[in-house]
């Protein structure tokens, strides 16, 4: 056993390394491994990524490829630089990510979880807002919020998301550290008291799926307060966040009347966790263009893709671009695939997918696809 | 000065300036719509890839040929080298109402589905020797299938005295080729509706690619049809 | 001496006409018939008058009378030329007027310019380009006629003249004769086992025959499609023999050349801009109904710009692939910058454009041998193709309503 890990090791090694890097904890990574990949264990994958977090091309790549690898590059350095260097008692600092289509935002959100987890922060992650905004199956579960008039409410994908926020906090919710500061009533004879252990807010909500829409809330800002206190640091990062603000969503309420985004509750939470008014963490979020419909797709850039409403709500934020891939990053990618025998062919074929591809990652792999 | 300037009806046509056909003087033949939709016969078809044109080269032909007015290269011919013939006519056979974009990613898809299934076959494969048996390059898959689903012989009905036989035949190359793809794109319609194109098509040449398969048996049936008629072949010459 | 040659004469005459009734009519020669007049209103002849009034067999058959037929070709002829005369006059009068209005020498005067004042001084609407104005030198714009073909007496040239297109027929026995010369030829080898000149050979590849058209011109006669088919089929034949380069003259008459090199002459000299970089502009880039201009730098990186945007313009990748073949072709990708401005068409014809206007501008970075193999590769030819119009009774431009068998 040891031997093969070992043997493993030493071909690996022997490969003419130039796109692996061994240095697989994030924690570790700096400039000397920009362009490289690493890999990342498969039950860690599974844990902060079970439910969400990899687009589905991606998931489907890690499949074919037996393992899941991600890009070092320059974004996700100057991001964990960032938060390092940041003050924890100073209000929490956001930071939008914004590129043009597959660039590799969702996969920088995805390097950063793993680095946060690493460093032991409280994950608070939405893998995409348009699933909960924008897919309508045939029949959504809707329900009219109780505690709020005139609000929606999504309880499946509420307590799904629920179901994938424990599943990344295992580790720090069954140590039993966090407890919550206030009583919430759900019903006559459910109640959650102060003094609860974290987790059982949570497996409250998941068990009874009527309340967890209310649960998020609570759970929103028992996290605030417990970051506020310095008992954990959170992370939260939001990919497709400018979907929250896009005027209208593909619900429709019983009523047939469209529903708009501030009508939802889970828009409500989120939004409140997104203000600066709590300290001891640091929010991450994304702003897509393949979170809007097909019209409102003219441009990459936040004030565009974040209207005026989202872009006040944010004001102040630090935008990160994610770009395309440099000469370097394209070189060791295509090697990877070739390593991955996801390329083949003869070397002249690297030039043609750079222009063809314009060096964008996601249309490189696609067109290498055939090939 | 005005009995100089002749407004005569002698057809000359126009091009371009920097067009490159001689001067047609005369008459054009297609009287009511002068510009021709197509190039004339002695436009040469071009040859674009390197292999070809190195042959060219070797050869020494390739002056000769420089010296003839040349066709330009179709919109989706390239001299790269990921660019194959085969797959083009297959793209053009599974397009239809003139939708290329959506026919060559459907036919990208299908040779993705392909790579992807022979991926995990070679992961799976424990021998160096299996897996170098495995097939990893989705083209020459397809050629494989196709090779594999050509005919060799085709049914002719020929009518003799009232009643028609189904004689077997020659056939030609193209022909053979055609029938091969026009089988394959057949096969894969016939699928449930749950199952995409791309996916079904993948299978289907995988299967063909191994000699098994809807298509390899429509083929083989042919085939035996044509031996089980073999005493009917005389009647081509009758 | 005459006397004699009379009486020899009359005595041949007598001997040699039959006895006819009308037999004295024939006789022109006056001495002779008043020898044998026997009236007395006979005219003294004396020997002077009979001297005037001799004549050879020239005199006698130009006092012939010609034929009506020939007298009116004779007039024909003479107005033709007359006018042929007088419009080439003009023509070279007007010619001279026209340099004057344009302000250029009258002297160098080319047919070119010519044609370029015409279109500038009437400029003209219509669709036709072959029914707007023009002016060319009378020899082009009236049909050729052929000169006399029988002389006085009526008798044709031509051995062929009764087939009525003896040009034609003549070449096609010169066809048939060169083909039986070179059967004979070869026999002859064959019998004397000797190989024939081995250097002698036919290159055809650069020419076609010509066309039922340029054929009638050439002949000035007109010739059926039957004719020009069989024309072609005995000219094949010619050239199919091994021997073929014997008759080389004959064939390469009939055969028109391709102009093809216009590829390679007059590669433009590249500019250079403010920054020292030497760039080619090619405009009038066109496909389908793309337009547009490009613009190659060298040295460059190999970025790319179409209208202010990167090659992420074109949203897919055929049209991009299109874009790149010129550069991978002559793998220049990495050493020329690109900047184009195309308007109208769709991906396909705008790409296109694109493409060729690459190509045309790469000449002037590359070496010839590049050059060649660009325009084998067809990479230098404009597409002239247009969409075909659909014409009525149908409902596209080749589909036909649904063929009914009655």
Not at chain 1, 37 to 53: E, I, S, V
Not at chain 1, 141 to 151: F, H, I, K
Not at chain 2, 130 to 156: G, M, R, S, T
Request: net charge positive; hydrophobic share 35%.
């Amino acid at each position: 056993m040891l031997s093969r890990s070992w043997r493993h090791l030493c071909r690996r090694y022997s490969q003419a390394v130039t796109f692996r890097t061994t240095e697989n904890s994030p924690s570790q990574h700096n400039e000397k491994q920009e362009g490289l990949f690493y890999t990342m264990n498969p039950d860690l994958c599974k844990q902060l990524f079970g439910h969400g977090g990899f687009p589905k091309s991606f998931q489907l790549q890690t499949k074919t490829f037996t393992e899941t690898a991600i890009m070092v590059r320059q974004p996700a350095l100057d991001l964990m630089n960032c938060i390092r260097a940041s003050d924890m008692d100073k209000p929490v600092i956001r930071y939008v990510l914004y590129g043009e289509k597959g660039t590799g935002k969702s996969l920088t959100i995805a390097h950063l979880l793993h680095y946060v987890h690493e460093e032991g922060y409280l994950i608070v992650h939405v893998p995409w807002v348009s699933e909960w905004l924008r897919r309508v199956p045939r029949h959504k579960e809707m329900s009219n919020s109780q505690t709020r008039e005139g609000l929606v409410d999504l309880p499946l994908d509420a307590a799904a998301w629920l179901i994938h926020f424990k599943s990344q906090n295992q580790t720090l919710l069954k140590s039993g550290d966090l407890k919550i500061s206030k009583d919430y009533v759900w019903s006559k004879r459910e109640t959650t008291e102060a003094g609860a252990p974290l987790a059982a807010l949570v497996e409250h909500g998941i068990s009874r799926v009527k309340y967890a829409c209310d649960v998020v809330d609570a759970l929103v800002d028992e996290l605030k307060i417990l970051s506020t206190n310095k008992q954990c640091k959170t992370f939260v990062a939001i990919d497709g966040f400018n979907s929250f603000f896009y005027p209208l969503t593909r619900l429709n309420t019983p009523t047939k009347k469209k529903v708009k985004p501030e009508e939802v509750t889970l828009t409500n939470s989120f939004l409140k966790l997104t203000n600066n008014d709590w300290s001891n963490g640091a929010i991450v979020v994304t702003a897509d263009q393949l979170a809007v419909p097909d019209d409102h797709q003219e441009s990459y850039l936040p004030r565009y893709l974040l209207y005026k409403k989202g872009f006040e709500h944010l004001d102040p934020f630090v935008p990160i671009e994610v770009g395309r891939y440099n000469e370097k990053e394209f070189l060791c990618c295509a090697e990877y695939y070739r390593d991955r025998l996801w390329l083949r062919g003869p070397k002249e074929i690297e030039t043609e997918l750079k222009f063809t591809s314009a060096c964008n990652p996601y249309r490189f792999m696609e067109q290498c696809a055939p090939l | 000065m005005a009995n100089n300037i002749r407004i005569l009806n002698k057809c000359i046509p126009w091009y371009p300036s920097s067009y490159l056909l001689p001067r047609i003087s005369g008459l054009l033949q297609a009287r009511e719509y002068s510009r021709p939709t197509s190039f004339p016969d002695y436009f040469q078809n071009p040859v674009f890839r390197k292999e070809d044109q190195a042959k060219l080269i070797e050869s020494s032909e390739l002056s000769k040929i420089a010296a003839l007015p040349m066709k330009p290269p179709a919109v989706y011919e390239t001299s790269s080298v990921y660019h194959d013939p085969l797959v083009n006519k297959l793209i053009n056979h599974v397009m239809e109402m003139g939708k290329k974009q959506l026919a060559r990613s459907l036919v990208e898809k299908s040779f993705e589905n392909i790579k992807r299934a022979q991926i995990e076959r070679y992961h799976l494969a424990t021998t160096p020797e299996a897996k170098a048996k495995i097939e990893l390059d989705p083209k020459k898959i397809l050629h494989k299938a196709i090779e594999n689903a050509k005919p060799l012989l085709q049914l002719q009905p020929i009518k003799r005295g009232g009643i028609t036989y189904q004689v077997p035949g020659p056939i030609t190359e193209k022909r053979s080729l055609f029938l091969a793809i026009k089988w394959l794109l057949e096969a894969t319609y016939e699928k449930e509706r749950t199952v995409h194109f791309p996916k079904q098509f993948a299978w289907e040449l995988l299967d063909a690619a191994n000699n098994t398969g809807k298509v390899v048996k429509r083929k083989q049936d042919l085939h035996r049809l044509c031996e089980a008629n073999r005493a009917y072949a005389h009647y081509r010459w009758q | 001496m005459y006397f004699n040659t009379i009486k020899m004469s009359h005595v041949i005459i007598k001997q040699l006409l039959p006895h006819t009734k009308s037999f004295c009519v024939k006789f022109r020669n006056p001495a002779v018939c008043n020898v044998f007049n026997y009236s007395t209103k006979v005219t003294t002849t004396s020997s002077e008058n009979a001297l005037e009034n001799l004549t050879d067999w020239e005199t006698l058959s130009r006092k012939k009378k010609i034929s009506k037929a020939m007298k009116a070709y004779l007039e024909r002829s003479q107005e033709h030329d007359e006018f042929m005369k007088r419009q080439q006059f003009e023509y070279n009068i007007g010619k001279r007027h026209l340099a004057n209005m344009m302000g250029e020498d009258p002297e160098t005067f080319t047919q070119k310019d010519v044609d370029r004042a015409i279109e500038y001084l009437f400029p003209s609407g219509i669709y036709d380009p072959a029914a707007r104005p023009l002016m060319k030198p009378p020899e082009e714009v009236f049909p050729a006629r052929k000169a006399a073909e029988f002389d006085e007496a009526g008798r044709p040239h031509h051995f062929l003249f009764y087939t009525g297109k003896p040009s034609y027929f003549k070449l096609m026995y010169d066809a048939a004769e060169n083909i039986q010369q070179l059967y004979n030829f070869q026999d002859k080898i064959i019998r004397k086992k000797a190989t024939a000149d081995p250097n002698g050979s036919l290159n055809l590849s650069s020419s076609v025959w010509l066309t039922k058209d340029q054929l009638e011109q050439v002949l000035v006669e007109t010739i059926t499609d039957l004719e020009y088919n069989n024309f072609k089929l005995v000219m094949q034949r010619l050239v199919s023999l091994p021997h073929a380069y014997k008759v080389k003259e004959f064939i390469e008459k009939y055969r028109k050349p391709l102009a093809s090199q216009k590829f390679a002459l007059e590669i433009p000299k590249p500019s250079y801009d403010a920054e020292g970089r030497a760039f080619i502009t090619t405009y009038e880039c066109l496909r389908k109904k793309a337009r547009g201009d490009v613009t190659v730098r060298a040295p460059g990186t190999g970025k790319i710009t179409i209208n202010g945007k990167d090659l992420t313009y074109f949203e897919d990748v055929q049209s991009r692939e299109q874009v790149m073949f010129p550069l991978i072709f002559t793998e220049m990708q990495d050493r020329v910058d690109i900047e184009c401005n195309i308007e109208g068409g769709g991906p396909s014809g705008q790409s296109g454009a694109i493409r060729w206007g690459i190509a045309w501008g790469l000449r002037s970075f590359v070496d010839a041998d590049m050059i060649q193999k660009m325009h084998v590769a067809g990479l230098l030819t404009r597409d002239f193709r247009r969409r075909e119009r659909k014409k009525p009774g149908q409902p596209g431009a080749r589909k036909k309503p649904t063929w009914k068998k009655r």
